[in-house]
């Protein structure tokens, strides 16, 4: 029988480990492809390297900076980029950095001329590191 | 080539204005059609209005049935409706809300006679204003 | 018209009860086949039982555990399992408690060879009852 949802993982090991290689049961993504469609469901990603280790403690326009790189890469290695993003879960330890975390997503956003924006939601929360300030999660569709 | 995906962003202008408008890259909603099936992301969504401004500052019902108004423009502006929703998440400042927010999902959903009624999560969290005390984000699938 | 979306509540009053008998308006989870596909959203779930009372309040692992039994249940009564799950998302009353919770976590995946693992999201929450300290969202994908 022709195998109609083909599940696997996302990894960009050149900029972020596997969480397994840290003892945590989950993936830095998975793509589900329903015949020619893919959802790509992107983890919780914060601003680590690929050792695992946390980068730029204290330095919140650094971490979110690293939060969307890795976030690319993670897309890149399944054909995909930020056009293909439909929602975005933003996660800050203090709302007060709001305000730069949406000036750094504007223009980031805006060198690569995305339109229309995906859909958004914004918390303030503690993250699983205390050193972490921001942490994304994101859902891309894509076709093969 | 046909194409398989097709992307637009969610607006209801009359009801709350394009979060571009002060400054933040994120759509209302995004809606992404796969052949006959759209998929609609719903952002995060407060009790604001047409220009942006925070509405009934410290009285958590009004926010609430202007959070399930503002939803429900959305869904309209698609063509969809309540029924449509497959799973909401609502954040709450204050958790010691959460009685008064069912007392007014009940009444809405009842109103609405929504059966099955959506998958749902409910967490405390702060959100993006300080005066906001209530948030929801939802998906909604429909067919054209 | 053939139908081509089909919905309809998930549950397993066996394990936990409906959110309706204490007043809420929410299902333990919706399923939502589109043809052949199912999307299955499993709504936060936590450690609580078929009479909707809290289970195993002040103790973590136990909470975890039952958290983890409440969706397998729920995805049975649909024929999937955790292999189905695409995406998680955890809430934790206290972060402290990540490191067990991954202990557990590590264990429960482990013992169903499950592989890749799914995406997932863990961020610090309070949920709706003062006692829960656990709280899990998920979403699988199935082929009927």
Chains 1, 2, 3 share one sequence.
């Not at 993504?29 to 690929?50: C, H, M, P, Q, W």
């Not at 054909?79 to 950095?97: E, K, P, S």
């Not at 339109?115 to 569709?141: D, G, T, Y």
């Amino acid at each position: 029988m022709k195998k109609i949802i083909l599940k696997k993982s996302i990894s960009a090991p050149r900029f972020l480990n596997e969480p397994i290689e840290y003892n945590k049961s989950f993936s830095r993504g998975l793509s589900v492809y329903l015949g020619k469609i893919g959802l790509l469901f992107i983890s919780g990603t914060a601003s680590i390297n690929n050792k695992g280790i946390s980068l730029y403690a204290g330095d919140f326009a650094s971490q979110t900076r690293r939060t969307f790189e890795n976030i690319s890469a993670l897309l890149k290695s399944e054909g995909a980029n930020w056009h293909d993003i439909v929602q975005t879960r933003c996660y800050l330890r203090d709302m007060r950095d709001y305000k730069v975390f949406n000036g750094i997503r504007n223009a980031f956003y805006k060198k690569q001329n995305l339109k229309p924006f995906p859909a958004s939601v914004c918390i303030q929360a503690n993250l699983c590191r205390a050193e972490l300030l921001v942490e994304i999660e994101a859902i891309a569709i894509v076709k093969k």
